[in-house]
């Protein structure tokens, strides 16, 4: 198959898994920081594989999504005028008492959608009700959500608004860096495929750690922890990037152009993690009649979390899913705990659909 | 530089309290649904574990199944809600190694349907019904008022006769059996979503549905007694039919991730929405366990019927690890596969 079988090869893979053992002198800590990415290689058991200990990051839009942001999106949800949209994976969220799917099975209009572009069309089709978008994720969807946003605003559509949570990634590296042992990082293919590298150059340069900028594909990913690795027992700290076919340099300046234009930069608050300057994305004061939270009054609204589980430590690499005791007993995909493991791309749940068990202390008998 | 990491906010919300409502995910094929009919079940005080239900009335063995249609949209690549509705039931009734011999058909209609529409999926009904050799020989219409239902729902029942010889239950996988597929996965699955959504994945890609039965037949005729269970991983794909399989088997599934055909319009979709190909429904293949001696045999007889064609030895049974289905991973590790919690929701990015 074009384009898919070339990174699934089982003979390549074994090859690379063949050099990075021989390459690996030192049981290095890998961070892959995209959802996407551990994703695949929990599926892949690519991390079984391997000498080095992979360190799952905070990639996962949908398990950094603030509680308070859940919450004033049902809160929006359920007001009758609102047709509220969002990707799939958003829905089964937990906010402090339910999820939007919840909401939806009470009657709450949720609806899901593959763009957000349809939810645009969908104000346009609807105009005695408002149409509401959960423009949530990280540099890689903020772009299609500032075109929905210029779409309707060159539309003159008064009935759409999209509620906003966006992430950026190299504030959110920094902050792991201050705090977790981690000697490199897979950055995520996606986000540079939008953005480029030039913003990781500093941090590789400052904390002294390679960066490599990676695909999805098992054989990409067996491929950016060899480039690491070699870095890394080489003692070089620089930015290189495995994912050239759909990563340049300077990103993709069209997308790029967009998102300037229509949101700015500002303190974010990450689920499980806590604050961290300048990680996140608001709209544009000149935008802010977009903005639903401000429509529909719900820009106040906080929630507070409860301390049951230890997602901000498997969010910031410093413990796994394996080491939360309610993991598998307490939190599992059917009745989450936390956002990790609700997304399939949650550290939590992709553990958890891969069948990982914690394995509990055994008496060894003499 | 300041993170500002606090020790109270690294934490997550309370659990949700159980939810006394049906929710889509129910119907999904998934974990939620195998509680359901955990609930629901042992009230009528009927076994959930079979595609349909043998009636132990002598010779000739008769078996019976019931199936509600409720597809969105109804005319799809590849078939329609009544096409769908004829195979899909005679298909529960081959996986009991059965042949149909009658049918029953019910619609619920909702009041401002075309009526042109219902004449088509009747037709349809009758052209699927001929295909298979089965009569539709009753049916029941109910018309319902505007909101009260999506357009059409069309539940068929199916009755049929058991082959002699043919010994295929849910529970019957034994350790050192193959686990053979009859064909590519994930084709009715994403053709429905990308017709649903206008995806746009249209191009080249229709739904599997057809019926199985003859392919059925001509497998347990090739394999004496040795075809030991069958199902076609409809709602919850592979995944679902192969838990569901190894659980009233009491055996474990061993795949190979390499060895399980996935069409690349299929691949290439689920990638884009981050679905797994395992969980997508399929209308139109069966997976079957089969005594070692016999599955050359069986998959020979498999390949020699066109809706057979591409039948592929995709597993193993073993004692080990009973109820649960591992597979080897393309780069050689192992992981489960289990069943999803509801639907497959696509992904953010």
Same mark, same amino acid.
């Given at each position: 198959m074009k384009y898919l079988d070339e990174y699934r090869d089982p003979v390549l893979a074994r090859r690379l898994i063949g050099e990075i053992r021989a390459a690996a002198r030192h049981r290095w800590s890998i961070m892959e920081v995209c959802g996407g990415q551990t994703h695949t290689i929990v599926r892949q058991g690519i991390d079984e594989l391997i000498p080095v200990r992979m360190v799952h990051g905070p990639g996962c839009p949908v398990c950094v999504t603030p509680l308070a942001t859940v919450d004033r999106a049902l809160a929006i949800a359920a007001r009758p005028e609102v047709i509220f949209t969002s990707f %799939?994976?958003?829905?089964r969220v937990p906010g402090s008492g339910t999820d939007l799917l919840s909401a939806k099975a009470r009657g709450a209009d949720v609806r899901v959608v593959y763009s957000p572009l349809d939810a645009v069309r969908l104000a346009a089709a609807n105009p005695g009700r408002q149409v509401v978008f959960?423009?949530? %994720?990280?540099?890689?969807?903020a772009p299609a959500n500032a075109m929905a946003v210029l779409t309707a605003a060159r539309e003159g559509l008064a009935n759409f608004s999209v509620l906003v949570s966006h992430v950026l990634v190299p504030p959110a590296m920094s902050a792991i860096m201050e705090s977790a042992s981690v000697d490199a990082f897979l950055a995520a293919g996606h986000v540079c495929a939008v953005m %480029?590298?030039?913003?990781y150059e500093p941090l590789a340069a400052r904390y002294r750690v390679p960066i490599v900028v990676t695909g999805f594909e098992p054989l990409d990913l067996l491929e950016g922890i060899l480039m690491v690795v070699r870095q890394l027992e080489e003692g070089r700290f620089e930015v290189e990037n495995q994912y050239a076919r759909a990563v340049?340099?300077? %990103?993709n300046t069209f997308a790029r152009d967009a998102l300037r234009r229509v949101f700015r930069v500002s303190g974010q608050t990450w689920r499980g993690i806590g604050d961290i300057p300048d990680s996140g994305l608001v709209l544009a004061p000149e935008f802010a009649a977009y903005d639903a939270a401000l429509r529909f009054g719900v820009a106040g609204l906080s929630a507070r979390e409860h301390p049951a589980c230890i997602a901000g430590d498997i969010l910031r690499g410093t413990s796994t899913p394996l080491d939360c005791p309610a993991y598998g007993t307490l939190c599992t995909p059917r009745r989450p705990l936390g956002a990790p493991m609700v997304s399939a791309e949650g550290t939590c749940a992709a553990y958890h659909n891969a069948g990982r068990v914690r394995q509990e202390a055994q008496e060894v008998l003499p | 530089m300041s993170t500002g990491f606090d020790p109270l906010a690294a934490t997550c919300p309370a659990p949700l309290t159980e939810d006394e409502r049906v929710l889509l995910?129910? *119907?999904? &094929?998934g974990r939620l649904m195998a509680e359901l009919l955990a609930d629901l079940t042992p009230r009528l005080g009927a +076994?959930?574990? !079979?595609d349909a239900a043998l009636? /132990? /009335? &002598?010779?000739p063995e008769i078996v019976v199944s019931t199936d509600g249609f409720v597809v969105?949209?109804?005319?799809f690549p590849g078939g329609d809600i009544g096409s769908l509705a004829v195979h899909g039931t005679v298909n529960d009734l081959a996986m009991r190694g059965a042949v149909p011999v009658a049918l029953t058909l019910a619609y619920i209609v909702e009041e401002g349907l075309p009526l042109e529409e219902l004449r088509r999926v009747t037709a349809s009904v009758a052209a699927a019904a001929r295909a298979c050799d089965v009569p539709v020989v009753t049916g029941d219409t109910k018309v319902v008022g505007r909101?009260?239902? #999506?357009g059409l729902y069309v539940t068929t029942t199916g009755v049929g006769v058991r082959l002699p010889g043919a010994h295929v239950s849910a529970a019957g996988g034994r350790p050192g059996d193959a686990v053979l597929l009859s064909g590519p996965i994930g084709l009715h699955g994403v053709t429905i979503l990308s017709t649903r959504e206008g995806l *746009?994945? !249209? /191009? &080249?890609i229709a739904s599997d549905?057809?019926?199985?039965h003859r392919l059925a037949a001509a497998m347990i005729t090739a394999g004496s007694c040795g075809v030991h269970a069958l199902r #076609? +991983? /409809?709602? &919850?794909g592979l995944s679902a039919a192969l838990n569901e399989l190894a659980a009233a088997s009491g055996v474990g599934v061993e795949l190979d991730e390499p060895a399980v055909p996935v069409p690349p319009e299929v691949a290439a979709a689920c990638d884009l929405l981050g679905l797994d190909p395992l969980h997508v429904a399929n209308e139109g293949c069966l997976v079957a366990f089969v005594d070692p001696a016999r599955a050359g045999a069986v998959l020979s007889a498999m390949r020699a019927r066109p809706e057979g064609a591409q039948a592929t030895r995709i597993g193993t049974l073993v004692? *080990?690890? +009973?109820g649960r289905v591992i597979m080897r991973t393309l780069v050689g590790s192992t992981r489960v596969v289990d069943l999803l919690v509801g639907e497959q929701l696509p992904r953010i990015c």
């Open positions: %799939g994976d958003m829905l959960f423009a949530v %994720g990280f540099e890689t969807t %480029g590298w030039t913003e340049r340099r300077e %990103g | 995910g129910h *119907g999904s &094929g +076994p959930a574990t !079979e009636v /132990t /009335t &002598g010779a969105t949209p109804r005319f909101g009260a239902a #999506d *746009g994945f !249209e /191009t &080249g549905s057809r019926p199985l #076609d +991983p /409809t709602r &919850g004692a *080990g690890h +009973p």
